[in-house]
């Protein structure tokens, strides 16, 4: 049976990568047949079974007239390292594609920017707005009249109330909550746990109180049902 799935080149080499080609894969309309770094970060020839090329060749062996690509990395330098990736892509001609999982709720009458990973049991309510280059993990709630800005990464069971502003470069980790209609500004790091209820300062990082140890054992402890 003929293969009829749009091919596409993944940008990156890591575990995101892998991720990112098992949910191509398995839940879209694309094949991925190559992966692609930068020259100096090239170990091994090829990766999850498929060739990895040097992003500088990218272009001669998977030219953008015939593939599509995607970026998949990670959230270092607060977004900063997929930023520059992705604008490579761009630079080069590639059009950037989204997976946005067939198990998300998306409810939003606002089209998604690109390069964009959207994974499932997310729920996107009216309004909201999503720029480019921005991961949401699995499990999160985005409010509805929520903007989420360029080069963010959101990773999973945050909450993000109604109203919010999110700015670019942000990252909110685990089980962090955002309280309706405040200013996330850009680059804020929210820890895992981190409760927002007003604004965050630019570049600002923002941590939960941390569990202690209690002076007793497990087996010491009596709990009742």
């Not at 047949?33 to 500088?56: C, M, Q, S, W």
């Not at 990670?74 to 390292?81: H, I």
């Not at 690109?114 to 991961?135: R, S």
């Not at 959101?154 to 990252?171: A, E």
């Amino acid at each position: 049976m003929k293969n009829n799935k749009k091919q596409l080149v993944i940008i990156g080499s890591s575990s995101n990568a892998r991720l990112a080609k098992f949910y191509f894969d398995t839940d879209s309309d694309r094949e991925v047949v190559a992966f692609a770094v930068n020259r100096d970060y090239i170990k091994e020839a090829t990766f999850e079974g498929l060739p990895v090329v040097a992003l500088e060749d990218l272009s001669v062996h998977y030219p953008p007239d015939s593939y599509d690509a995607f970026v998949a990395v990670g959230y270092n330098q607060m977004n900063k390292v997929r930023e520059k990736l992705y604008n490579e892509a761009k630079n080069i001609g590639y059009l950037l594609i989204n997976y946005i999982s067939s198990r998300c709720t998306f409810l939003s009458q606002f089209p998604v920017g690109d390069n964009c990973f959207i994974l499932e049991d997310n729920t996107i309510q009216p309004y909201v707005k999503i720029g480019n280059n921005v991961v949401l993990w699995s499990g999160n709630h985005i409010g509805h009249d929520v903007t989420i800005g360029d080069h963010c990464y959101i990773t999973s069971q945050v909450v993000i109330s109604g109203f919010v502003d999110v700015k670019p470069y942000c990252f909110l980790g685990v089980n962090a909550t955002i309280r309706d209609a405040v200013t996330i500004a850009e680059a804020t790091l929210v820890g895992a746990g981190a409760v927002i209820m007003k604004s965050t300062e630019e570049k600002g990082v923002y941590l939960p109180p941390r569990s202690t140890i209690f002076n007793k054992k497990s087996d010491e402890v009596v709990i009742s049902s």
